[in-house]
């Protein structure tokens, strides 16, 4: 066999590669790119679970606890909601927008419950902001009340007269029902969280 055509072919052959891998990195690209977009379009719409159970969650321990830096991350989590959505359906500078008819349907859905969502979740932050005012004016008249009925119980006391001493124990009980009432009160508001702790 000649040394020169065999060194003619696999110079050839090697040639041929080159240009075969050449052509075949734009194409790479193409696919990779289009991978690429398809995942980040999963990823950011599959965040729209994680945030959808996340909302709740902070809602309910800014109920709880009364805390305003929860009720600014509530904002803060129902306008990145909003954002992902818009962002799945228009694009941005890194994302495309998503143009399949039939995943455009499922976005059309989401959109729909997400709005029954923030709508639910609006109306308990009202009615839990409420049940807290409730519950600081209890807090707030159920010490003073207990300090009134400690000094007609002492009244009572120093009287000493048999006639008033059958209404110590009325008093007693007057007190003990007022702070039972707070209390039963405070575990109602957090039965929730005694749940979730469990």
């Known amino acids: ?12 052959s090697y040639t041929f590669l080159v240009i075969l891998f050449i052509i075949q990195v734009p194409i790479i690209y193409v696919i990779v790119g289009g991978m690429n977009q398809k995942y980040v379009q999963e990823d950011i719409a599959g965040s729209l ?3 959808a159970v996340e909302l ?5 321990r800014h109920i709880l606890t009364g805390d305003e830096s929860r009720k600014a991350a509530f904002k803060t989590k129902k306008a990145e909601y909003d954002r992902v959505i818009k962002t799945l359906r228009v694009g ?14 499922k976005l059309n859905l989401v959109e729909k419950r997400w709005g029954e ?12 902001e409420t049940m807290n005012e409730s519950r600081a004016i209890v807090q707030a008249t159920t010490f003073p009340l207990v300090a009134k009925l400690n000094s007609i119980i002492d009244a009572e006391v120093s009287l000493k007269d048999p006639k008033i001493s059958k ?7 007057q007190r003990m029902r007022t702070v039972k009432l707070s209390y039963l009160l405070e575990r109602y508001v957090t039965s929730y969280e005694d749940k979730t702790g469990a």
Do not use: C, H
């Not at 969502?117 to 839990?128: F, I, P, Q, R, Y």
């Open 167 to 173: 209404y110590i124990n009325v008093s007693g009980l």
């Open 56 to 60: 709740p969650e902070i809602l309910n």
């Open 92 to 105: 941005s500078e890194d994302i495309p927008p998503i143009t399949n008819p039939e995943l455009l349907a």
């Open 117 to 128: 969502m923030k709508n639910a979740l609006d109306e308990n932050m009202k009615n839990g």
């Open 49 to 51: 679970r994680k945030r």
């Open 1 to 12: 066999m000649n040394l020169q055509s065999l060194k003619t072919r696999f110079i050839g």
